[in-house]
């Protein structure tokens, strides 16, 4: 097959990860990368309902990324699945594939794909802050590194997730009548805001809306000590003072919040760095804690990859491209449609109406 | 610096007032001298330094960043202190850099004071260099004199009255002897020093306050008992002029919460040429004739007074009270022994611009009540359209500050009513923050075919806990949009909530739609029996304007 690997070793990167509408397209692997259509094959970097889609055929993704999956969509939302492990090398078609640790929520992956001498990261969400509920991001080499740039704009830097936390606690010290509710991404953000308040020191029961019970329930599963959780449903609204709560950031604009007695709305997101996002969320205690990259993430990210040429997608495309050409690095944005778009970890404020739970 | 900008951070989410006082008070508790003493000066703006201009901002942030992505950045976020602010490179990327600690508020505010201009750019780079982002982003608005967080001079001063679990009253009497930053304030109200002497010759006093009398209460008054007064539709004063140094008169006028306002009304200073404290109601009066309200809106609030303000607008003063004549202070003296001194006082004065509220006559509470109704025939004249009600004060009532319990009563005439249609929703703040109870409603102009509606007024109380539930559950159940914060409601001839709204009157407005603005509106009742088609139309509030405006231009000056 000398003829063959001389193909490969031609291909250019354009035909090995392909845009199209149903999502990145690896033709010679014969799979997509986080489909938004159903497709023969799917390799899924993590578990967020824009990524983790229903309906595939074949399913390659990490064990956590496939019980995510089949805890939002029951036991049928692939007809086959198959776990992988973070650095176990698969071949798939005419490339090689691996899962790298995105450290976006448990389970995220980067997804390397190499044909011929060509290596192509695709990122999906990833950040390299640390978090206590997910492996850590790993740098992987590479010849073109695809990146989201959901925070693609100088003026995102998150800072150290402690401190907000600590404006958490510092809140609840000077409200002690108040009940604190954190609006947070059910997956992934939840846990990670529940984590950092342990680690700051916080013992007491913390509640949770009934939406983010089962997903929280699984991390605990997996080993994340995330100390005492209770249900907030069945709470009389006294017993609520001076506590927190975890909820959808939909739940907490929403006749819900009526049981709680006069709430203080903390809404955690990368997005909160800026004002007027906070305000019209009608947050009070905006909390900057992101599970993506900021700005010095990203382009710190970029460069420690050694890759010569960047793709960009979902978010800020323009000015990271533009700051990748000032860097003498090829390159564009890639035009993906349907990320960041739901319960993505980070989509915008959320304005539609939670159920009562 | 950094705590302080915790502080305005904090503050500039907090809705709620009470929760406001608390994160201030707290600061000051936990912040020490110097720094608590220029943030009191910084949040009741009496700091002084030639504030920093927009463009030098400008020029030091495109000294180090990309100009597109700067204006990527910019155009994002919306604000340039704030983009500024989070946009600054860090200087430290070199791990254990030896930085400087971030500089304190005092730091801050005594070197903008003492800096050359030539010398700011370079401090203020150094400074935001030091600085985290809410850091940063406080400076600037400290800096640029653009603080815009919704902080009046006098919650701040009620913050640090509460350290010392004193009222706002006490620290607003001190407060023109004080000057940042505030040590002997802050010992005094710690309990580690003494009360701060006021030195000011012409001092502001707390005021006294009226409740809102209730049909049920006239029968445990005996009319015998009290005094009445009409009730003016102006601004509330107090006139105090007193000696200075040089025994020459020292003259103020201030605001019923204190706030000193003399610049507004150079023309009414002069007239003040005897030592004494008048209370009374600014006015304007054209030809003897006292206007309404909407005239008098012209006159404040403004920054220039200018020469044809003072011509078109001549100020008056209406006095009530007197609460100290030369050096004595009267306020332990009965209302009919304060008001003997107030006639003498007003005679001796003797200018045309300060004359007497005169009292009503009356043997009876029907009597006043014909009063109330008929002002013109009852002792008013003229003067009547300029009548809100009536004022009742008990004859040996004291002058107390606050709102002393059946002291004074205010009889407010009738409010003006119109059906309006629920048109939007927002969440409410406090107590309330679970509620949408602000609504903005509107009344139908327009031909039929073709008729819409219009907001004219928003209105946040006058509902009662019950008919709140009920709102929401509206709201909530009929959104037909979602703006922020705010939600639309569905608002169609034969869908949609009528609200009965009260208010006091009403003033063309270049700001609204309907180019009219209500005082004072609240919701009346809940009109759920009526369908929205059977509101009332914009062109029974123009009507209700003319009537107005007629009586303004028939007495204005030609």
New interface residues.
């Given amino acids: 097959m000398s003829s063959g690997s001389a193909y490969i070793n031609d291909m250019r990167p354009q035909d090995i990860l392909t845009p199209q509408p149903a999502g990145l397209c690896c033709k010679p692997g014969g799979f997509h990368i986080d489909p938004v259509r159903p497709v023969e094959r799917a390799l899924i970097t993590h578990g967020h309902s824009d990524h983790a889609r229903a309906g595939h055929g074949a399913v390659l993704a990490t064990q956590e990324t496939l019980d995510m999956m089949r805890l939002r969509y029951g036991e049928n939302f692939a007809r086959s699945t198959q776990a992988v492990a973070y650095g176990e090398e698969l071949r798939l078609g005419d490339v090689a594939v691996k899962f790298h640790p995105a450290g976006h929520v448990l389970g995220s992956a980067q997804i390397a794909v190499t044909s011929g001498n060509t290596k192509i990261v695709a990122s999906g969400d990833y950040k390299d802050a640390p978090d206590p509920t997910c492996m850590p991001f790993e740098v992987v080499p590479c010849d073109i590194f695809i990146t989201e740039a959901t925070f693609g704009l100088p003026v995102f830097r998150h800072g150290d997730a402690a401190d907000e936390v600590r404006k958490l606690l510092a809140s609840l010290t000077l409200f002690p009548e108040r009940a604190h509710l954190v609006g947070a991404y059910s997956l992934g953000k939840a846990q990670r805001v529940i984590a950092l308040l342990r680690a700051a020191g916080f013992d007491a029961p913390i509640y949770l809306h009934g939406a983010m019970e089962k997903i929280t329930r699984y991390y605990q599963s997996r080993g994340v000590d995330l100390g005492e959780l209770r249900a907030v449903k069945g709470m009389k609204k006294a017993e609520l003072a001076g506590t927190i709560t975890l909820a959808p950031p939909s739940a907490t604009s929403d006749i819900w919040t009526r049981r709680f007695p006069d709430p203080v709305t903390a809404f955690a997101s990368g997005w909160m760095r800026v004002r007027a996002r906070a305000r019209q969320g009608g947050v009070e205690l905006p909390l900057v804690i992101s599970d993506h990259a900021d700005w010095d993430g990203l382009t710190a990210t970029i460069k420690a990859t050694g890759a010569r040429e960047i793709w960009v997608t979902h978010g800020q495309e323009d000015a990271l491209v533009h700051w990748c050409k000032m860097q003498g690095l090829a390159a564009r944005p890639l035009d993906l449609v349907g990320y960041g778009d739901e319960d993505s970890g980070e989509g915008d404020v959320a304005s539609s109406d939670a159920e009562d739970a | 610096m950094n705590r302080f900008a ?1 502080l305005l951070d ?1 503050l ?4 709620g007032r009470n ?1 406001k006082l ?2 201030i008070t ?1 600061y000051f508790r936990s912040v020490e001298d110097p720094d608590r003493g220029y943030a009191l000066a910084a949040l009741t703006g009496a700091l002084s330094f030639k504030h920093a201009k927009p463009g030098l901002i400008r020029d030091l942030i495109a000294e180090r ?2 100009p ?2 700067f204006a ?2 910019y155009d ?4 340039l202190s ?2 500024v602010a ?2 600054w490179p ?1 200087q430290s990327d070199q791990p254990l850099h030896n930085n400087p600690p971030p500089p304190t508020l005092t730091e801050v505010v005594t070197t903008l004071r003492t800096l050359g201009k030539t010398e700011i750019p370079k401090q203020l780079s150094r400074w935001l260099d030091d600085l ?2 809410t850091g940063r982003w406080a400076l600037l608005k400290l800096v640029t004199g653009a603080m815009r967080i919704g902080i009046s001079a006098r919650l701040a001063k009620t913050a640090a009255a509460a350290l010392g679990d004193k009222d706002a009253h006490e620290v607003e009497l001190l407060w023109p002897g004080l000057a940042p930053p505030y040590l002997n304030l802050f010992a005094w109200l710690e309990g580690c020093g003494e009360k701060p002497v006021n030195r000011d010759p012409a001092p502001f006093r707390p005021v006294m306050l009226a409740h809102a009398v209730e049909e049920a209460d006239f029968a445990t008054l005996d009319p015998a008992d009290y005094a009445a007064e009409w009730k003016w539709d102006g601004i509330r004063v107090q006139a105090v002029s007193g000696r200075g140094p040089q025994s020459h008169i020292v003259s103020r006028l201030y605001s019923r919460t204190g706030e000193d306002i003399s610049k507004s009304f150079p023309d009414l200073l002069p007239s003040l040429h005897l030592p004494g404290a008048i209370d009374g109601e600014l006015l304007v009066l054209r030809q003897g004739r006292v206007q309404s309200f909407n005239v008098l809106q012209q006159r404040l609030n403004r920054k220039v007074v200018s020469p044809k303000l003072i011509k078109d607008y001549p100020i008056h003063l209406r006095a009530y009270d007197l609460l100290a004549d030369d050096e004595t202070d009267l306020r332990d003296l009965t209302f009919a022994e304060r008001r003997e001194r107030l006639l003498a006082f007003i005679a001796r004065l003797g200018d045309p611009r300060v004359d007497l509220s005169p009292t009503i006559a009356f043997d009876s509470w029907e009597a006043l009540a014909a009063a109330r109704r008929e002002p013109a025939s009852a002792g008013a004249g003229a003067d009547a359209e300029a009548v809100e009600g009536v004022m009742l004060k008990r004859r040996d009532a004291l002058y107390l500050p606050g709102r002393p319990k059946g002291q004074w009563w205010k009889w407010k005439r009738d409010p003006y009513i119109v059906d309006a249609v629920l048109m939007y929703a927002q ?1 409410g703040h ?2 309330r ?3 949408y109870s602000d609504y903005t409603f509107g009344v139908w102009t327009g031909d039929d075919g073709d008729a819409q509606l219009v907001p004219v007024g928003k209105a946040y109380f006058g509902f009662t806990d019950e008919e709140l539930l009920q709102i ?1 559950r509206f709201v ?1 159940r009929n959104t037909t949009e ?1 703006f ?2 705010v939600r639309q409601v569905v608002h169609e001839p034969d869908q949609g909530l009528v609200l009965e709204v009260a208010f006091e009157g009403l003033q063309r407005s270049t700001r609204h739609k309907s180019g009219v603005a209500m005082r004072f509106p609240r919701i009346n009742r809940l009109r759920w029996d009526k369908p929205p088609r059977e509101a009332d139309r914009l062109e029974t509030l123009e009507r209700l304007l003319k009537s107005e405006a007629s009586e303004s231009a028939e007495a204005a000056p030609d």
């Fill in positions: 915790e904090r500039a989410y907090e809705p929760n608390r994160l707290n960043t990309d597109m992505l990527l950045s994002y976020v919306g604000d704030e983009t989070l946009m860090r985290d982002e969440r406090g107590k923050s679970s509620f929401d909530r979602k922020g914060p």
